[in-house]
């Protein structure tokens, strides 16, 4: 099945910086990568997602990036605010997409003042 | 719409009991499936549905039962609690999760289990 490996594990960014998080994947038919943002006792919820015919894709702050010969992809964060701090999980969908999303272990962003 | 709605949102069980785990949408998603949620384990797929009458096993099946009768409900079983079942259950849905069309995974705001 799919692997996701995501790193780092926790990433403390002093605000206004920007905040890189990296995740690679096993499965070479994934093609659908999407990234939630996980507040502490809240449910993860979607903030950008990206498919394998676009390598990269961009939101206001965020941005996502696809190298699918290295099968890795990135999120990107740019001038980071207080509110940026959450986990932040990134998650593959296996080739046929039916048996769902197989999700990274998540990053921990913190946000200095 | 209220989207996805889990219930409980706390419980506490003793080993060896019992219970189920409600899950619905109004959203017409045909997929659906139940995450559980460990410190540092992320988020791991217990069981999925495609399709009313359709439910298959994902990464860590044992021990959870499910069934979707319905195309708005997904209940989620525990035959028989354990202490390692203690989590954080999240139930998700989305229009399609297959080629291609791709579309968002909604959840649930999760049900914290503990088992004693």
């Known amino acids: 099945g799919e692997n996701v490996e995501q790193h780092p594990s926790t990433l403390s960014v002093q605000e206004g910086d920007s905040a890189v998080i990296k995740c690679t994947y096993s499965?070479?038919?994934?093609?659908?990568f999407p990234w939630y943002k996980q507040e502490l006792g809240k449910r993860p919820q979607l903030i950008i997602d990206?498919?394998?015919?676009?390598g990269e894709k961009k939101d206001q702050r965020i941005a996502v990036t696809l190298n699918k010969t290295a099968k890795h992809f990135s999120l990107h964060i740019t001038e980071t605010q207080p509110e940026d701090s959450a986990v932040y999980f990134c998650?593959?969908?296996?080739?046929?997409?039916?048996?769902?999303?197989?999700f990274g272990k998540g990053t921990h962003l913190i946000i200095q003042p | 719409n209220a989207g996805v709605t889990q219930t409980p949102k706390f419980q506490v069980l003793k080993t060896g009991q019992s219970m189920t785990l409600q899950c619905a949408q109004d959203?017409?998603?045909?997929?659906m499936s139940w995450y559980r949620q460990d410190p540092g384990m992320g988020l791991r797929l217990i069981h999925y549905?495609?399709?009313?009458?359709?439910?298959d096993q994902g990464e860590v099946p044992n021990g959870y039962n499910v069934s979707r009768s319905t195309t708005e409900d997904f209940p989620l079983r525990l035959l028989s609690a354990a202490p390692s079942q203690t989590s954080v259950y999240f139930c998700?849905?989305?229009?399609?999760?297959?080629?291609?069309?791709?579309?968002?995974?909604?959840f649930g705001n999760g049900t914290r289990l503990t088992v004693t």
């Open positions: 998700a849905s989305s229009y399609s999760l297959g080629t291609p069309y791709n579309s968002p995974l909604h």
């Open positions: 499965d070479s038919a994934s093609n659908y």
């Open positions: 990206i498919r394998s015919n676009v």
């Open positions: 998650a593959a969908s296996h080739g046929g997409g039916a048996d769902g999303l197989t």
């Open positions: 959203m017409n998603h045909e997929y």
């Open positions: 549905s495609v399709g009313a009458g359709i439910t």
